[in-house]
């Protein structure tokens, strides 16, 4: 059974920075590739970033030169650092392995 944790959501001013870590349990991560969603009030779950297991990286438009995905497989750990935060950054952020998902941590940027 994999299980996936993500830690380090908080309340964060624009312009500040948050680090995301997303820790799994029950597998080698090093295999998959991983994945961050975000999903704001109202609106649909949205792919942010994905890592592949070679460390190809990708992102949306939305959060390009701003936000950095990770992996250490050695800590079975992908992070994500969110660097010059926005208002409409706010939102729930889940890290995904094929078809598992954590639970989520809340991200919110104020003005």
């Known amino acids: 059974q994999v299980h996936l944790v993500e830690s380090g959501g908080g309340l964060v001013q624009a312009g500040g920075s948050l680090r995301l870590s997303c820790g799994a349990s029950?597998?080698?991560?090093?295999?998959?590739?991983m994945s961050w969603y975000r999903q704001a009030p109202g609106k649909q779950r949205e792919l942010v970033a994905s890592i592949t297991s070679s460390g190809t990286t990708s992102y949306a438009d939305s959060v390009k030169g701003r936000f950095t995905i990770s992996r250490d497989n050695g800590k079975n750990t992908v992070y994500l650092q969110m660097n010059s935060l926005k208002t409409e950054d706010t939102g729930g952020y889940y890290c995904?392995?094929?078809?598992?998902w954590g639970q989520g941590t809340q991200v919110t940027v104020s003005s």
């Open positions: 029950g597998t080698m991560i090093r295999f998959y590739s």
């Open positions: 995904s392995l094929n078809s598992y």
